[in-house]
């Protein structure tokens, strides 16, 4: 082995062997140069494939490691300032390195000897076997000419017979420099001997694949000229329908219906064929099967995973809620992890018009998911879940399957709203149809009675909104995930209408953004007594008003800017203003502020107390339920137990009567919460002592006067605010959901948590009553 050097050219996209001729055509000026070179000093020269043909510069690892040392045997020029030579390939070298030279490509190789020390027998009996399966590859390709045949027939030499072999058959320029790249002619031969055989193997198989394609063929050729016959003695016949039928089956055949589904579309196709024309079945037959064919089967949307961008729609579309929007987004992230897998259905409970569909509206959007929405409120018949069977007159699929083929994929967001306002009656029970439409376990085959085939769910994300979970019945409650939504604050409502629902009311008005200003006085002031709810959907219809009074005086008096403030906000709203039902102006004997929550949000109640002369009795009004009566016979057991360290008669049950009146009579109040309220207004009625003005209360009392926890502090909280109170007593089991209640409210409000009936009187009057004292002027001993 031995270094030389030689003018270089690289060569893109193709390579020269040994003892071979063919024509190189060169433009590089530095290629033109080393042809010049190689001719004057009479040199051989260097011929190398480059890896990269796009490579105007080739450096060492941009070429092969192998080449040919080439005789060049002719020059041309051609057309277009091109050289084409005529190279004749002499023997292989390994390159080594380029010189640095600026005018012509230049290398240094390795000389390798071809005379290799290889197995003469070994080297026969492959050279024999390659000629059996070239034959062979011949036959079955068709490509080789007789001519290169009797050429390798006539070869003896090993190591030419390999490379005439390789430029005979190998077309891919990887396994051609491949094979340059080997010097020992029997690993040569073996590589090129395992080619044949697997092409040979690829030839065989690509001709049965033909075959049986064919067969196919003929069959489908066969099948269509038959019914074309059929076609014809159908049309002389008078047997029409025959266009559309077809129509039909081909549509059933193209759809992604599953088996049954498909099996079942086309044995109704076939009934349909064989009734005689304009039978009233076929109409509902025909019917059936566009149901079938327009249902989304298998077209699914792909899910957008990405949590910032939903995380950002949640924060431009909705402001506040951020405990409900750090729950939507670690469902989102459960849902991406686990691909839908058997995840939670979630249930958005809150008052009306706090954004409970638009939330799931904005869940779809992140996710890039279709979006539907069925309302449940006042469903009560079970076929509107599922359908009614075909057998009856104007049947339909039931409102799953409608909003279903409305959705057009197999996995749109689907919204349940007002889940708790479904009823039952003779007709049956949709709540339990609702089982199986949300239950993971069942619902991959939900059964419809129209469709009479099972339909796939499972795909479906599933939100469902309520008012109040206690109607939701229990199985039902139990497949799914409550998240609590409460009401706003006013801060959170002005914000709310600075940024979606004064823009959008322009928008829907004609009205410029610049064309009417509202100062946050006045939205503050239409919130405070021209609105009275938990959301903002009355707000929305009060902002409307002012929109169109403004959009009245943009006509007629051509008016560019409106201001709205305090001092002219009644010209836009004519509308009464609310009774905010504020909390007492001062202390009174007997009257209490208490708080209620409702599926609208939370309430004060106004709880008066009246004593009298009589024989005990205690009057309840006020539209009162039985839980509030009995805690008001709670609250009145204690009294009697202790009415003498309260400095209240103990004979007082024999002696007075206790009427409890609580205002809006027609207005049902029912629950436990009111417990702590009807029991301090009794005692301040009873022992004359003032209730502070300034103070509300919650909670439930048990007969040994503890107080236990209630539920919906924090909307009973937001009541209690905008009613002006200042100072709100709570059991003190509720101390922890302190931490629900907007920041901005607890910094204004006094939240004072309580054990039991002694700690409330000394908060909630103001004064703690003191004992009675018996003639003699003993105190009566207290016995607890």
């Known amino acids: 082995m031995s270094e030389l050097t030689l003018p270089m050219i690289p060569m893109r996209g193709t390579a020269i062997f040994p003892s071979m001729s063919m024509h190189v055509d060169v433009a590089r000026e530095k290629s033109k140069a080393a042809i010049e070179h190689a001719m004057l000093s009479s040199q051989q020269i260097f011929l190398i494939s480059q890896r990269e043909a796009a490579v105007e510069e080739p450096m060492l690892d941009d070429l092969a490691k192998v080449g040919c040392v080439c005789r060049i045997k002719q020059v041309l020029r051609i057309p277009g300032d091109t ?11 390994e390159i080594k390195a380029i010189t640095a030279d600026e005018h012509m490509f230049e290398a240094v190789i390795n000389e390798v000897s071809d005379e290799f020390l290889y197995d003469h027998v070994q080297a026969a009996a492959l050279m024999r076997l390659i000629m059996g399966a070239f034959e062979e590859y011949a036959q079955e390709s068709g490509k080789i000419s007789a001519d290169i045949m009797q050429s390798l027939k006539a070869v003896n030499d090993p190591s030419y017979f390999a490379d005439l072999m390789t430029a005979s058959v190998l077309e891919n320029e990887e396994q051609r420099q491949e094979i340059l790249d080997i010097f020992d002619p029997v690993k040569r031969l073996e590589w090129l001997y395992e080619f044949l055989l697997s092409e040979i ?10 075959v049986r394609v064919k067969r196919q063929i003929d069959k489908s050729q066969k099948e269509y000229y038959l019914r074309e016959q059929v076609k014809a003695i159908q049309k002389e016949l008078g047997e029409g329908e025959s266009e559309e039928a077809e129509e039909l089956e081909n549509r059933i055949q193209q759809s992604d219906m599953n088996e049954n589904a498909k099996k079942k579309a086309l044995k109704e196709l076939e009934r349909m064929k064989r009734m005689p024309a304009g039978m009233p079945e076929s109409a509902l037959i025909r019917t059936y099967l566009e149901w079938m064919l327009e249902l989304p089967w298998a077209n699914q949307s792909k899910d957008n995973e990405d949590l910032d961008y939903a995380s950002e729609i949640l924060e431009s579309e909705h402001y506040g809620l951020e405990k ?9 992230a459960v849902h991406t992890l686990t691909k839908g897998m058997h995840g939670p259905i979630l249930c958005l409970v809150g008052p009306p018009g706090v954004g409970k569909t638009s939330i799931a509206r904005s869940v779809a959007k992140a996710l890039g998911r279709n979006f539907v929405r069925m309302s449940l409120g006042g469903v009560r018949d079970e076929a509107e879940i599922r359908g009614h069977r075909r057998t009856y007159v104007g049947a339909l699929p039931g409102k799953i399957i409608y909003h279903m083929r409305q ?7 689907f919204l349940l709203d007002e889940i ?15 089982l199986e439409v949300l239950d993971s376990e069942q619902n991959n085959s939900f059964s419809d009675h129209y469709l009479e085939v099972p339909y796939d769910l499972s795909k479906v994300m599933f939100i469902t909104t309520a008012n109040t979970a206690e109607s939701i019945p229990r199985p039902l409650l139990d497949r799914m995930e409550l998240i609590q939504l409460s009401g706003y604050t006013e801060q959170e409502k002005l914000e709310i209408a600075k940024r979606h629902l004064l823009p959008r009311q322009l928008k829907e008005h004609g009205l410029k953004e610049d064309c009417l200003t509202i100062t946050d006085e006045a939205l503050l002031k239409i919130i405070s007594d021209y609105t009275r709810e938990a959301g903002v959907r009355n707000l929305e219809r009060r902002l409307a008003a002012v929109c169109r009074k403004a959009a009245i005086a943009v006509v007629k008096n051509k008016s560019e800017q409106i ?9 836009y709203l004519s509308d009464k203003k609310i009774h905010r039902g504020d909390a007492n102006k001062k202390d009174a004997v007997g009257i209490v502020t208490g708080l209620a929550w409702t599926s609208v949000g939370g309430e004060t109640l106004n709880i008066e107390t009246a004593v009298m002369p009589g024989n005990g009795e205690l009057v309840l009004t006020g539209h009162l339920g039985d839980v509030m009566k009995e805690s008001a016979v709670t609250g009145m057991g204690i009294i009697r137990a202790n009415a003498e360290r309260w400095g209240i008669n103990s004979d007082f049950h024999k002696k007075k009567d206790i009427h409890i009146h609580i205002p809006e009579g027609a ?3 029912d629950g436990p919460s009111a417990g702590i309220s009807m029991f301090s207004a009794m005692v301040s009625a009873l022992s004359n002592i003032k209730v502070r003005c300034d103070t509300a209360m ?38 922890e959901d302190i931490s629900d209640i907007p920041q901005e409210i607890v910094g204004e409000m006094q939240f004072i948590p309580v054990d039991d009936i002694n700690q409330v009187l000394e908060n909630a009057l103001v004064k703690m009553p003191v004992k009675r004292e018996r003639a003699g002027g003993k105190a009566v001993k207290d016995g607890n």
């Open 83 to 93: 050289v084409r030579i005529l190279a004749e390939g002499l023997y292989r070298a």
């Open 201 to 210: 193997q690829i030839i065989e198989m690509e001709k049965k694949i033909s």
């Open 324 to 332: 409900v929007k750090e729950r939507i987004l670690e469902f989102l």
């Open 407 to 413: 959705a057009g994929t197999v996995n749109p967001l």
């Open 420 to 434: 708790d306002k479904m009823s039952s009656d003779f007709r049956g029970d949709p709540a339990s149809a609702m």
């Open 563 to 571: 201001l709205v403030n305090c001092d002219n906000l009644e010209q």
């Open 667 to 669: 207005m049902p109040k």
């Open 698 to 735: 919650t909670g439930e009392i048990t007969l040994s006067g503890n107080v236990l926890p209630i539920g919906g502090l924090k909307e009973k909280a937001l009541a209690a605010y905008r009613a002006g109170v200042k100072r709100v007593i709570i059991p003190s089991g509720n101390a």
